[in-house]
């Protein structure tokens, strides 16, 4: 829990892009499986 404490890394940090890259995956990995449910 100490991440919820951290004050807000700035917008270009690594990290804070890796974040948006696994969110961004994750996103659309339900993005697909919801197209392919559909498509059954």
């Not at 270009?12 to 659309?28: I, Q, V, Y």
């Amino acid at each position: 829990m100490a991440e919820v404490a951290s004050p807000k890394r700035p917008m270009n940090h690594p990290d804070r892009l890796l974040d948006c890259e696994e969110a961004m995956g994750a996103a659309f990995q339900v993005i697909i499986s919801g197209a392919a449910a559909l498509v059954q």
